[in-house]
């Protein structure tokens, strides 16, 4: 089993930056495959980015790329997700979740991965 936790949240003004980390237990996080999503109030949840279990591969949201990066520490059991040039409607609780041995463009898929963290509230203002 993997619990995951996440941080970072916060309150920034449009254009601004935000970094979100996501702690996972257990000893085998090098194995999981590492994804974000998002979800807005009265929206579905949707896909942000991913990185495979092996760490050689991401994906990203066509809207967010470019302005967003997912990275990794297999030492410190921690993904996470730098935002800049952040917009209003990035606004939304994002989660993070694990996916035991996972690759492919399948990871964009939430119904793909094994374990979910509680979420971080990140708002964007005009």
């Known amino acids: 089993q993997v619990q995951l936790v996440e941080s970072g949240g916060g309150l920034v003004q449009a254009g601004g930056s935000l970094r979100l980390s996501c702690a996972a237990s257990?000893?085998?996080?090098?194995?999981?495959?590492m994804g974000w999503f998002r979800q807005a109030p009265g929206k579905e949840r949707e896909f942000v980015t991913a990185?495979?279990?092996?760490?050689?591969?991401?994906y990203y949201a066509d809207s967010v790329k470019g302005r967003f990066t997912i990275s990794r520490d297999n030492t410190k059991n921690t993904v996470y997700l730098q935002m800049n040039s952040l917009k209003p409607q990035d606004t939304a609780v994002y989660y993070c979740?694990?996916?035991?041995?996972?690759?492919?463009?399948?990871?964009?898929?939430?119904?793909?991965?094994?374990?979910w963290g509680q979420g971080t509230q990140v708002t964007v203002s005009s």
């Open positions: 979740a694990a996916d035991h041995m996972g690759w492919g463009t399948r990871l964009t898929s939430w119904n793909e991965y094994d374990y």
């Open positions: 257990g000893r085998t996080f090098s194995q999981y495959a």
């Open positions: 990185t495979s279990w092996s760490g050689g591969s991401t």
